[in-house]
């Protein structure tokens, strides 16, 4: 059965620095990924998906994800945080034939401190 | 443009009440799919629409859950005797269904959140 694992719970960074967020799925054909986001009060906002070709993707808010079959994972980074990033992220996997159906893990909540 | 809109946004019932949860999705998008998202978690899938068919209803918990889309548009999610452990939030997004499904972007409504007491 597809899985995905979000391993941290929660993540603290100071504003600027670099974050990596990590997400690793357990499908035995080639998946399709996707890191949304979720701030309080709000629906999930799709940050970057990838389905094939180019295993670095960009997103947008100046997020990018790096597919890696061998890992079986797909992290989410971005150089340089900003205060406004302080949210929920989820990574979800989906598959062919299946209609859109999504599988979430349980997501990162990234605090960010001055 | 508008987005997917869901009403109302916090529901509380008594346990044993029956619920009706609406979702508006965006116009003209086929897909409609219904998650639930318990506290601290991620969300889960429910069920599927494409149109006014269910394609897909195999994360419906219980009997007591039921959706409907009759004329391909708006969505209703019933829950029959609420239990305590049906409190959650409940999503609803929609996707233009053009590639089938599997690869289209899901957009999401802001949620109902359901407490039973």
């Known amino acids: 059965a597809q899985s995905v694992t979000q391993p941290d719970i929660h993540i603290t960074v100071s504003e600027g620095a670099s974050l990596e967020l990590r997400c690793n799925y357990s499908?035995?054909?080639?998946?399709?990924l996707f890191w949304y986001v979720q701030s309080p009060g709000q629906g999930l906002q799709l940050l970057l998906k990838?389905?094939?070709?180019?295993?670095l993707v960009q997103g947008i808010k100046g997020f990018e994800a790096e597919f890696k079959r061998s890992q079986s994972s797909f992290n989410l980074r971005k150089p340089s945080v900003h205060w406004s990033d302080a949210a929920e992220y989820f990574c979800?996997?989906?598959?062919?034939?299946?209609?859109?159906?999504?599988?979430f893990g349980q997501g990162t909540e990234l605090s960010v401190k001055p | 443009g508008a987005g997917v809109s869901q009403s109302p946004r916090y529901k509380v019932a008594k346990r044993g009440q029956d619920v009706a949860l609406r979702c508006d999705p965006i116009?003209?998008?086929?897909?409609l799919f219904w998650y639930q998202q318990a506290l601290g978690q991620g969300p889960e899938f429910l069920t599927y629409?494409?149109?006014?068919?269910?394609?897909?209803k195999s994360g419906l918990p219980s009997d007591r859950f039921f959706a409907e889309r009759p004329e391909g548009s708006v969505s209703t999610l019933k829950i029959q005797r609420t239990q305590q452990e049906d409190s959650a939030v409940y999503l609803c997004?929609?996707?233009?269904?053009?590639?089938?499904?599997?690869?289209?972007?899901?957009?999401f409504g802001p949620g109902t959140r359901l407490t039973v007491l």
């Open positions: 997004a929609s996707s233009t269904g053009v590639s089938g499904g599997s690869t289209d972007t899901q957009y």
């Open positions: 499908y035995g054909a080639t998946p399709y």
């Open positions: 990838y389905f094939s070709g180019d295993t």
């Open positions: 979800a996997v989906g598959r062919l034939n299946q209609g859109g159906k999504l599988i």
């Open positions: 116009s003209g998008h086929v897909s």
């Open positions: 629409f494409q149109n006014e068919a269910q394609l897909d």
